[in-house]
């Protein structure tokens, strides 16, 4: 069965620094990797995925992400924080055979003015 | 705009009751998902439908019911089984593709037993 680690459960960064969230998943074919944002009390934003091609993949509000196939990683990273980035972050990867999502249990990203 | 509607968003419920969440879309996706959101744990699959009329019990279905009788609604049903249903549940929908689908969220309803 597939699954996703996330093992930094929360992360502060002061606004304007760089960012890396890091994402390890298992799964024994190729796999579907997305990156979501969840503001507090609301629903899921996708930010970007990974399906095939490029490894390194571009998003929304300025975050990309590293498909590594050797180390079974997808971080996710920004160059520079935004206080407006502040939010919880979460990986998943998506099973093609049993054609369900599965996700880690999230980031929590702080930002310090 | 097209989206999904999830209603109500806050809902309180006592012990022994059974409370039904509503999920809309108008997407016109053909698969919907419910999932639970505990703090810490990420989200778990409770059902999945990728059809009118057919649906799959996900990761941690008991104490839940599912119906899909139209392609824009997919209710679900937190019955007095559940043992712990207080938590924040998320609504979604994709379309079918060959490779992998891509989910839209709700804005999720949040239900606490008192």
């Known amino acids: 069965a597939q699954s996703v680690t996330q093992p930094d459960i929360h992360i502060t960064v002061s606004e304007g620094a760089s960012l890396e969230l890091r994402c390890n998943y298992s799964?024994?074919?190729?796999?579907?990797l997305f990156w979501y944002v969840q503001s507090p009390g609301q629903g899921l934003q996708l930010l970007l995925k990974?399906?095939?091609?490029?490894?390194l993949v571009q998003g929304i509000k300025g975050f990309e992400a590293e498909f590594k196939r050797s180390q079974s990683s997808f971080n996710l990273r920004k160059p520079s924080v935004h206080w407006s980035d502040a939010a919880e972050y979460f990986c998943a990867v998506f099973s093609g055979s049993a054609r369900q999502l599965t996700f880690g249990s999230g980031t929590q990203l702080t930002v310090l003015p | 705009d097209g989206g999904i509607t999830q209603s109500p968003k806050y809902l309180f419920r006592k012990e022994g009751q059974n409370v039904t969440l509503s999920c809309e879309q108008n997407l016109n996706h053909d698969a919907m998902y419910w999932y639970r959101q505990d703090p810490g744990q990420g989200l778990r699959l409770i059902y999945y439908?990728?059809?009118?009329?057919?649906?799959q019990k996900g990761d941690i279905a008991e104490g839940y019911s599912v119906s899909r009788e139209k392609k824009e609604s997919f209710p679900l049903t937190v019955t007095s089984a559940q043992k712990n249903p207080t938590a924040f549940y998320l609504c979604?929908?994709?379309?079918?593709?060959?490779?992998?689908?891509?989910?839209?969220f709700g804005a999720g309803s949040r239900l606490t037993v008192l």
């Open positions: 990974y399906f095939s091609g490029d490894t």
């Open positions: 979604a929908s994709s379309t079918k593709t060959s490779g992998a689908n891509v989910l839209t």
């Open positions: 799964y024994g074919a190729t796999p579907y």
């Open positions: 439908s990728q059809i009118v009329n057919d649906f």
